[in-house]
């Protein structure tokens, strides 16, 4: 359990809001109707709300009885807390908005962020990134510099608690967007992340391998300068004596990514799905995005 102090919500019923958010506000988003649905599964949907002008991110934990119930209402105030907790450390997050403990399914409200999956961005920018090195890398830069502060404990320097443990650092859950400024990163599913003083190395090889697991359509050279620039950037002090042998992490790192896609392929293939060249990737068979 984390001992970072997490700023103080307000609380009406089974609503709470985060600082300086309006409860009239928190409550409209909740019931505005989605202007687009992101995701959904059998445990819940994320959604776009758009309320004055404003988009917002809104995912719904279902029921599912009783217990399912009060284990999804768990998980939206562990993010919730999270959320909260990590304001103010640089950490790349979205803004929290509100938590909704209604028993008939929990809700959390975060302000959008415009990015989408990194494999997706990328598919999007190949051919800009083939004509312009600078932009490649300032794209994997972000990524990088993203990593090391969720787990290094933000950019806003060392913090006690402040950084990000999570199971699943996922291409999809982190996601990118390009706008005025350059790129930005953000980390959008916690409901396996906890905030600790300190992950340990074996725990962030295990997320670079995650990060790692994209489909072919992300060359294998650009897989590794984004590890080489994590490394740079402040990945090889979180490491320590992980990363002594730069080589030998690169070797471990593409094994673990090998059998990871091994069984992807086969769960897509014993699961009757049609042959496809990025099965599940959200790409079509020029490895374009299908979104």
């Given at each position: 359990m984390s001992n970072a102090r997490s700023p103080v919500d307000r609380r009406e019923g089974s609503l709470s809001v985060a600082p300086g958010v309006d409860l009239g506000l928190a409550r409209r988003i909740l019931a505005a109707p989605a202007a687009a649905v992101i995701h959904e599964n059998r445990r819940g949907e994320v959604a776009e709300v758009e309320v004055d002008g404003e988009r917002f991110a809104r995912k719904r934990y279902r029921g599912g009885g009783a217990l399912r119930g009060t284990l999804r209402r768990l998980a939206a105030r562990r993010t919730w807390r999270v959320l909260l907790a990590a304001r103010g450390h640089g950490l790349p997050l979205p803004e929290p908005i509100c938590l909704d403990e209604d028993p008939r399914g929990a809700a959390i409200v975060t302000r959008w962020f415009p990015g989408d999956h990194i494999h997706l961005v990328h598919a999007g920018a190949r051919e800009r990134f083939a004509a312009d090195r600078a932009l490649l890398d300032a794209f994997l830069g972000t990524i990088a510099d993203a990593v090391v502060a969720l787990l290094g404990g933000g950019s806003a320097g060392p913090a006690r608690g402040a950084a990000i443990s999570t199971g699943d650092l996922a291409p999809h859950n982190l996601l990118i967007g390009e706008g005025a400024a350059g790129w930005r990163a953000c980390l959008v599913d916690l409901d396996d992340a906890r905030l600790v003083p300190r992950?340990?190395?074996?725990?962030?090889?295990?997320?670079?391998?995650?990060?790692?697991?994209?489909?072919?359509t992300v060359p294998l050279r650009h897989r590794l300068r984004l590890l080489d620039l994590f490394l740079e950037r402040g990945g090889a002090a979180l490491l320590g004596a992980r990363a002594s042998d730069p080589r030998a992490l690169r070797r471990e790192l593409a094994a673990k990514i090998e059998r990871r896609d091994r069984r992807k392929k086969e769960r897509h293939r014993h699961g009757g799905a049609e042959k496809h060249p990025f099965p599940g990737w959200g790409l079509d068979r020029e490895g374009k995005p299908i979104r």
């Open positions: 992950v340990p190395p074996e725990r962030i090889i295990d997320n670079l391998m995650q990060l790692g697991h994209l489909p072919p």
